[in-house]
């Protein structure tokens, strides 16, 4: 059990956290806020994490100082914000430990990443009869762009089988893969059960068949450290905004050895240095050449502020506080009568899933609410996954740096509530 291996390590002292989470708290604007007369507790961080001051400030002081379009202008002012575009994506290559600052490739987000590597590398290698493999808990945006790629192609979709307590099954795994598996696309940590996928692993029997892998790193970013060399991942996707940095900004790392191969993703302005009337006659260099279009400077500019308050805070005391927060829950939640926790992986992180008696999610989420408690309900952009559980969807509570133990006590005070009330609410229709 995930829970029991993150309570051993809190016990016996290892990697201790020394945050002040206060001190935290009040570096985020938001959480000071009421919302139906009561102050937010915010557990929806793996949809959305909230945005400390330090990204905000970035933001203004970039539209106040330095907003200019990069890359097409001779003037100081233009000068300036390349300078600031270039220093961002140093930044992100030095928190990822990438090799070369070229293979940050800015995107919208996780979804536009996984999208990016689909149709360039993913239709330059697959092929009729081919195989992809995905896992069963993906996301719906590591799992759609590959199904229409496999259809496309008349290619194979491969599903590692994950388990009940939430771990993908490793030998099926190793089984699949064989000499006309051309991808393999995984998630880092599942945004359904917190299971935190043993990567190195996968990555390295991979490998061995010279498959290339592409991680799903949307709700690993914020909550492991990522070294992509260390990993040896030929490609890393995520999200700012899961990581207190802004909305509409995302990085594709990938191998320089795979991005001097890929076609282009969009076209338009900034991708080339020659063109005729007939075609492009000199391409631009990475990563431009996979950055058509005015980019998202401000979002650049906020990640990258993101980056360095997460760095300043440190990777092992943020990891040490939300394990003992998630281990905490656990143990808290689990005493309410009726109380279903999904998955209990070897490692998790972050996120409880739950469901108590026959209450609807939506029911849940709806009470709680009326506490302050911001929940996610229903079925997280993984319907098959959820379906294979046979559960019409789950409440999920996702921890960030400045949850605290408190918070987790009124979350099993207004559960005890959802027991007692009676539910004549309206339930959205669509399953989300
Ligand atoms: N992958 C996982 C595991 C996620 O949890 C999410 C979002 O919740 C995504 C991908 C998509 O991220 P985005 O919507 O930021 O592109």
Same mark, same amino acid.
């Given at each position: 059990?995930?829970?029991?291996?993150?309570?051993?390590?809190?016990?016996?002292?290892?990697?201790?956290?020394?945050?002040?989470?206060?001190?935290?708290?009040?570096?985020?604007?938001?959480?000071?806020?009421?919302?139906?007369?009561?102050?937010?507790?915010?557990?929806?961080?793996?949809?959305?994490?909230?945005?400390?001051?330090?990204?905000?400030?970035?933001?203004?002081?970039?539209?106040?100082?330095?907003?200019?379009?990069?890359?097409?202008?001779?003037?100081?002012?233009?000068?300036?914000?390349?300078?600031?575009?270039?220093?961002?994506?140093?930044?992100?290559?030095?928190?990822?430990?990438?090799?070369?600052?070229?293979?940050?490739?800015?995107?919208?987000?996780?979804?536009?990443?996984?999208?990016?590597?689909?149709?360039?590398?993913?239709?330059?290698?697959?092929?009729?009869?081919?195989?992809?493999?995905?896992?069963?808990? /993906?996301? $719906?945006?590591?799992? +759609? %762009?590959?199904? !229409?790629?496999?259809?496309?192609?008349? #290619?194979?979709? =491969? *599903?590692?089988?994950?388990?009940?307590?939430?771990?993908?099954?490793?030998?099926?795994?190793?089984?699949?893969?064989?000499?006309?598996?051309?991808?393999?696309?995984?998630?880092?940590?599942?945004?359904?059960?917190?299971?935190?996928?043993?990567?190195?692993?996968?990555?390295? /029997?991979? $490998?061995?068949?010279? +498959? %290339?892998?592409? !991680?799903?790193?949307?709700?690993?970013? #914020?909550?492991? =450290? *990522?070294?992509?060399?260390?990993?040896?991942?030929?490609?890393?996707?995520?999200?700012?905004?899961?990581?207190?940095?802004?909305?509409?900004?995302?990085?594709?790392?990938?191998?320089?050895?795979?991005?001097?191969?890929?076609?282009?993703?969009?076209?338009?302005?900034?991708?080339?240095?020659?063109?005729?009337?007939?075609?492009?006659?000199?391409?631009?260099?990475?990563?431009?050449?996979?950055?058509?279009?005015?980019?998202?400077?401000?979002?650049?500019?906020?990640?990258?502020?993101?980056?360095?308050?997460?760095?300043?805070?440190?990777?092992?005391?943020?990891?040490?506080?939300?394990?003992?927060?998630?281990?905490?829950?656990?143990?808290?939640?689990?005493?309410?009568?009726?109380?279903?926790?999904?998955?209990?992986?070897?490692?998790?992180?972050?996120?409880?899933?739950?469901?108590?008696?026959?209450?609807?999610?939506?029911?849940?989420?709806?009470?709680?609410?009326?506490?302050?408690?911001?929940?996610?309900?229903?079925?997280?952009?993984?319907?098959?996954?959820?379906?294979?559980?046979?559960?019409?969807?789950?409440?999920?509570?996702?921890?960030?740096?400045?949850?605290?133990?408190?918070?987790?006590?009124?979350?099993?005070?207004?559960?005890?509530?959802?027991?007692?009330?009676?539910?004549?609410?309206?339930?959205?229709?669509?399953?989300?």
């Amino acid at each position: 059990m995930g829970g029991q291996v993150n309570l051993q390590a809190a016990l016996t002292g290892e990697k201790r956290q020394n945050l002040d989470i206060q001190k935290i708290r009040n570096d985020f604007p938001i959480l000071s806020k009421s919302f139906n007369d009561k102050n937010l507790i915010y557990f929806d961080n793996a949809a959305t994490t909230q945005k400390p001051k330090k990204v905000l400030d970035a933001i203004v002081d970039y539209y106040s100082n330095e907003n200019c379009n990069v890359g097409r202008g001779v003037y100081t002012l233009s000068i300036k914000a390349n300078m600031a575009f270039g220093r961002a994506r140093e930044t992100v290559q030095k928190f990822l430990n990438a090799e070369h600052t070229e293979e940050i490739i800015y995107t919208r987000g996780t979804t536009e990443a996984i999208n990016l590597v689909a149709s360039t590398l993913g239709r330059a290698l697959v092929g009729q009869g081919d195989e992809v493999i995905i896992s069963e808990m /993906e996301h $719906h945006s590591n799992l +759609i %762009p590959w199904q !229409i790629l496999c259809k496309e192609k008349d #290619a194979v979709l =491969k *599903v590692i089988p994950v388990n009940d307590d939430g771990d993908i099954d490793f030998d099926a795994y190793k089984n699949m893969l064989n000499e006309k598996t051309k991808i393999v696309a995984v998630t880092h940590i599942s945004n359904v059960l917190g299971t935190v996928n043993p990567l190195k692993e996968i990555i390295s /029997e991979a $490998h061995q068949y010279g +498959i %290339p892998v592409i !991680i799903d790193g949307a709700q690993g970013i #914020a909550h492991e =450290k *990522v070294d992509v060399q260390a990993l040896d991942c030929d490609f890393y996707c995520f999200s700012g905004h899961k990581m207190y940095g802004p909305m509409g900004i995302g990085v594709m790392y990938g191998k320089k050895k795979f991005l001097e191969k890929m076609p282009y993703y969009q076209t338009g302005g900034g991708i080339a240095l020659g063109v005729t009337y007939q075609d492009i006659t000199v391409e631009r260099p990475l990563p431009f050449k996979l950055e058509a279009g005015t980019p998202n400077v401000e979002g650049a500019i906020g990640l990258e502020a993101a980056i360095q308050y997460l760095t300043e805070i440190g990777y092992d005391d943020i990891i040490a506080h939300e394990n003992e927060l998630l281990d905490y829950a656990r143990k808290k939640l689990s005493d309410i009568e009726g109380m279903r926790i999904f998955g209990s992986a070897k490692k998790t992180s972050s996120i409880i899933s739950f469901l108590i008696g026959d209450i609807h999610p939506y029911d849940v989420g709806n009470k709680a609410n009326e506490f302050g408690i911001a929940l996610r309900t229903g079925v997280h952009c993984a319907i098959p996954f959820v379906d294979k559980m046979k559960i019409v969807g789950t409440v999920r509570a996702s921890f960030g740096i400045y949850n605290t133990k408190e918070e987790v006590d009124a979350l099993y005070q207004a559960l005890l509530q959802v027991k007692k009330a009676e539910w004549s609410v309206n339930r959205p229709k669509d399953r989300f």
